[in-house]
């Protein structure tokens, strides 16, 4: 057995059996020793930035971790900002990180990078494995620091010849701890505290944020008049119709201000004291007054939910009749605004699906308005580096493949990680990306907001076309006579993990359907993306392979790939190699 094959062995041990992986020729004895032993499920991403995001959506949904596999530092580097967001999140992660040989290291080839202190500002545990032998028993080791709660990213670097050399040892995997129980005059100090009817603001956190954790939280505030709050990003919220719904500090600094004003404790369970996103001249860096005082209940590490229930029973607090749902809105019509898309995705989202958000500015309202929807999971950016929510949601859907995933995509942040939407395509994943297309560069602040037009009519539909055909511009008129409908891609003719389309592979099975379809079945998985757009989508033509948006002639402003283009208008026209498709219609 060589170290490849002990580390592969060690991952399985532990249950680790998903792996997302842009590996080089540093790590091709792991991916040799991947097809040699089976069980371990290797998803492809194009970019690193779309691994360490996956593997941060596996994480949020599965509850433990998986695995990267990146291409020595400069692989690493290409991910370290979701890296920078999955840290925040405080979700377990075992990065594997090529390296050269031990013995061409000091010969300073062009990959050669200070690998380790790179690592270091996003893991929790740096290790480099210097022989075979100790290729398993490291790789127990990260793996027993990444599950050690709260959950944590743990990178191990691995030089070459350690995985190619033989003398390989399965390490033995290591049960970590549990979440620490709070001590009781703990929960009794913060009761006595909540009985004084002094204004208290409770911030939960974490695990706190789950259903049944919510319910104990409103028991609590029933009981004493306490106010529940959630930061402004979370790692994963229960909400929806028939769970507790919880307010998060809002960005701007003047109405986060505004939201604690008279608040005189503040006591944290599973969160941090609250901070202003950035600086900004002659406004506070915290949103609260600083005679507030804190109290912290429990930690990210701990055992919030018990925390929670033991709080409301010190309180004696009764158990509620249930949340006061608010109903369920009709799709909107008329002009594409934020209150109206977060309706039509209250309307249309099907029970149990998980909603990851990158709206960034557009999506203001998406949260408050979609309590109305029916029961869901909220996962969003949690460091603010954007470029997290296509990857999020490929590694959230292959965590949970029986739910659907609906992802609300800025168009800017998007363009980070476009390539996930390949990922996605390729794995059969039943993702639907709504994706807000600007049309400017718009920059906040407390006292302005400027826009900037783009350098060329570069169009993100077109660009995600190539990679996803399965697109539809919604213009505002066509939102006046109907409510919002996605465009389907429908891939029941192909078999999951492979790719979309190839020579002489054609699977063109189109609908239109609205959000709320049937879910997938494991026959007949979906990947989608709809662009609510100001500007007005292909008309009948499409089918003959016309098109009045753009020219079949090529010009300037056509994008070509292979054989297949992106038309002025926004259309695609695909090749027959790789994942484009090889009919020669119009995709729009």
């Known amino acids: 057995m060589n170290g490849a094959e002990s580390l592969v062995t060690t991952l399985l ?128 080791e990260a793996i027993f620091a990444a599950c050690t709660p709260p959950g944590a990213i743990a990178t191990l670097i691995l030089p070459s010849d350690v995985c190619w ?16 129980r709070i001590a009781a005059p703990a929960i009794e100090d913060i009761a006595r505290l909540l009985r004084r009817n002094e204004p208290v603001v409770i911030l939960l956190a974490g695990t706190a944020l789950r259903a049944a954790a919510l319910a104990d939280a409103h028991r609590i505030a029933a009981a004493s008049g306490a106010r529940l709050l959630a930061p402004l990003s979370n790692r994963r919220i229960e909400r929806g119709q028939g769970r507790y719904p919880i307010e998060r500090i809002v960005y701007s600094v003047d109405h986060a201000v505004a939201q604690l004003q008279g608040t005189r404790h503040l006591v944290l369970i599973g969160a941090t004291p609250p901070v202003t996103f950035f600086a900004y001249p002659g406004k506070p860096g915290r949103p609260y007054s600083p005679e507030v005082e804190i109290h912290s209940l429990a930690g990210p590490g701990d055992d919030l939910p018990a925390a929670l229930a033991d709080l409301a029973d010190a309180l004696d607090a009764p158990p509620l009749a249930g949340p006061s749902d608010l109903p369920r809105p009709a799709p909107a019509l008329g002009a594409i605004t934020p209150e109206a898309v977060a309706q039509t995705l209250a309307a249309l989202l099907p029970e149990n699906a998980i909603v990851v958000d990158e709206s960034v500015s557009f999506g203001w309202a998406f949260y408050p308005r979609m309590q109305a929807a029916p029961p869901h999971d909220w996962l969003q950016l949690t460091g603010g580096a954007i470029g997290d929510g296509l990857p999020m949601a490929t590694g959230a859907a292959i965590a949970a493949p029986g739910r659907r995933f609906v992802t609300l995509q800025a168009d800017g942040s998007a363009m980070y990680t476009l390539q996930a939407l390949w990922t996605q395509a390729r794995e059969a994943l039943d993702v639907t990306t709504v994706l807000r297309r600007t049309g400017s560069i718009r920059f906040s602040s407390a006292s302005s907001r400027m826009s900037a037009p783009p350098p060329a009519r570069r169009r993100l539909a077109s660009s995600a076309s190539a990679i996803l055909p399965s697109i539809e511009s919604i213009s505002p008129e066509a939102l006046e006579s109907r409510p919002l409908a996605l465009k389907t891609w429908s891939s029941s003719a192909m078999p999951s993990g492979r790719p979309m389309a190839g020579p002489g592979r054609r699977s063109s099975n189109w609908s239109s359907k609205a959000l709320s379809s049937a879910p997938c079945r494991s026959a007949g998985r979906r990947a989608r993306a709809a662009f609510p757009s100001p500007a007005p989508g292909c008309g009948a033509g499409a089918r003959s392979g016309s098109c009045r948006r753009g020219s079949r002639k090529r010009s300037a402003s056509t994008w070509r790939s292979g054989r297949g283009r992106i038309c002025a208008g926004g259309c695609a026209r695909p090749s027959a190699s790789g994942i484009l498709r090889s009919h020669r219609r119009c995709l729009m």
């Open 165 to 180: 050399s033989d003398g390989g040892v399965p390490g033995a995997p290591r049960a970590a701890p549990p979440p620490a």
């Open 13 to 140: 041990a532990a249950g680790i059996d998903v792996c997302f992986a842009n590996p080089g020729t540093s790590e091709m004895h792991f991916v040799a020793a991947l097809d040699r032993i089976r069980g371990v499920r290797c998803v492809l991403g194009l970019f690193e930035g779309v691994v360490t995001g996956a593997a941060d959506g596996y994480a949020r949904v599965a509850g433990r971790p998986a695995a990267t596999l990146l291409h020595c530092g400069p692989g690493l580097a290409n991910g370290l900002a979701n890296l920078h967001n999955a840290r925040r999140a405080n979700v377990p992660m075992v990065n594997i990180v090529g390296d050269q040989a031990s013995y061409h290291r000091p010969l300073d080839a062009p990959l050669t990078a200070d690998t380790e202190g790179w690592a270091r500002g996003v893991s929790g545990w740096v290790r480099t494995t210097r022989t075979a032998a100790e290729v398993g028993s490291d790789a127990a």
